[in-house]
């Protein structure tokens, strides 16, 4: 069903529909949105703080209406920010000076060994023989897989194209209706979503971010300890949304020759999957003991990628194997978190956290964590970036936690948690914007706005009934 660099080309033009000519009014609406606030005085706002609110929005608008693929639009953006003097290029370009962008590089590496070797198939091939006997158990499995695949894969998109590759032989050998296609394609791609909030790894730019407070960063232990419960309840929940909403048309029987005769070409396990299973179990091991060797998990995702290439320990990765980075990816995740980089040093974050925010937010932490929610979800409504709004909205939240003596890493969790978690129109989420259409996972707009708006409730659920009970008990309140 694709590599992992069809994650990066499936984000092409793919956004809600305003007819034949929405790019073009796409176009012309972002442009008038730009030099509306450029030229517009904002009290409050300084001059580069509208140019900067004013170059992120018109970003936004090109995003969602697929005027160009995002890696192109993100380019503009970033260029338009250093040569209207917004922002200095060392904060422009900051994700590249850090581990993080290196994990992204690393972790579509590892996937793509993972792949190529035959491992990550032979694994869901396993798993779907074993435990896949009705259409609900194929939902189930692909969120379960999801989760356990994180432990080898540190990026949804790769994974996910990967668990439909195999959704794919299942969906063909039956036959399966269009429409009963589609909610296995949400599950594999919406139900990544969730399940990324597992493992630090699960999401290999996202969770660092979410899960950095000030000059505090998780480690990968810390994050299991508090994200890992409510990730799992976030997961089912999800899962159990989908199941309720979502019925298959027809009665479904599983054929598993399709799967045993996968399976079975694959033959014994190859040197070349030993090898791939040796780098990422050193790959997890460096992970999950960051906290005692020190060395960031971007470090670690690159030194295995090379560990994987050298020869006769490695010849896994290949030189072809670089095509399985998206550049356009990088640049697109380098604008999202330039959007709350250059906020900050504009001004343009103190100024929609005072528009938006309240002036006072309650010292009780179940309000707190009610008011961070909702505050977030209405910015990542409007924004669609969810590591713009992490730059806007946590930052602010952060200074309303600490004035009422709750631990900064508190904020910035919920508002991580919510902008993973929930999502209404594709754009709103990457994991699931990469899977919309028929070359992917079969599911649309109409399907996506369904399992969206009832994630509203379930994120709530979440982050005030689940997240702030479990952190009094792991400590973090």
């Known amino acids: ?214 000059d505090v960063t998780l480690t990968w232990l810390e994050w299991a300890k508090h994200m890992a419960v409510p990730g799992i309840v976030a997961s089912v929940l999800t899962c159990l949304l989908q199941l309720w909403l979502f019925k298959p048309s027809q009665k479904f029987d599983v054929n598993k020759d399709e799967i045993r005769k996968e399976l079975d070409s694959l033959g014994s396990m190859t040197g070349v999957e030993k090898r791939t299973l040796f780098w990422v179990a050193l790959a997890v091991l460096l992970w999950a003991t960051d906290s005692m060797h020190g060395v960031h998990p971007g470090w670690v995702a690159a030194l295995m990628a090379i560990g994987l290439a050298l020869p006769k320990v490695g010849d896994v990765l290949k030189p072809s194997s670089w095509s399985a980075v998206p550049v356009g990816t990088l640049f697109f995740l380098t604008a999202a978190q330039a959007i709350g980089k250059v906020g900050d040093v504009t001004g343009m974050n103190e100024w929609v956290a005072s528009v938006v925010l309240p002036s006072t937010i309650p010292s009780n932490v179940f309000m707190f964590a009610f008011i961070a929610t909702a505050v977030t979800m209405v910015i990542h409504m409007v924004l669609g970036s969810a590591l713009a709004v992490i730059g806007i909205a946590a930052p602010a939240l952060i200074l309303f936690a600490q004035a009422a003596g709750i631990d900064p890493m508190v904020a910035s969790l919920l508002v991580y948690t919510t902008v993973s978690m929930h999502f209404i129109l594709p754009f709103h989420h990457m994991n699931v914007l990469v899977g919309q259409g028929d070359s992917a996972g079969f599911y649309g707009d109409g399907e996506t706005i369904k399992l969206g708006i009832p994630l509203t409730v379930a994120t709530f659920v979440v982050t005030l009934l689940v997240q702030i009970p479990w952190w009094k008990l792991t400590g973090l309140l």
């Open 1 to 214: 069903m694709g590599s992992a660099t069809a994650s990066a080309k499936s984000v092409e033009a793919k956004r809600f529909s305003l007819g034949a000519h929405k790019r073009e009014v796409g176009a012309v609406l972002g442009l008038v949105v730009l030099l509306a606030i450029m030229f517009s005085p904002i009290p409050g706002l300084s001059v580069e703080g509208r140019r900067a609110l004013a170059i992120s929005l018109f970003g936004v608008v090109w995003w969602a209406m697929g005027v160009l693929q995002p890696g192109y639009t993100s380019v503009l953006m970033l260029v338009l920010w250093v040569v209207l003097d917004v922002a200095p290029p060392s904060t422009v370009f900051s994700l590249w000076t850090t581990p993080l962008v290196y994990l992204v590089v690393g972790g579509y590496l590892i996937a793509t060994a993972v792949q190529e070797s035959g491992l990550g198939r032979r694994i869901s091939y396993m798993f779907i023989l074993k435990f896949v006997n009705s259409f609900t158990s194929i939902v189930v499995s692909a969120y379960v897989l999801g989760a356990l695949l994180s432990f080898l894969i540190p990026h949804p998109w790769p994974r996910s194209f990967l668990i439909m590759s195999v959704m794919a032989v299942l969906i063909k050998s039956t036959d399966m209706p269009k429409k009963d296609a589609a909610i296995i394609g949400l599950a594999v791609f919406a139900g990544s979503a969730p399940t990324s909030m597992i493992l630090l790894t699960g999401d290999s730019v996202l969770n660092m971010v979410g899960g950095t407070a000030g």
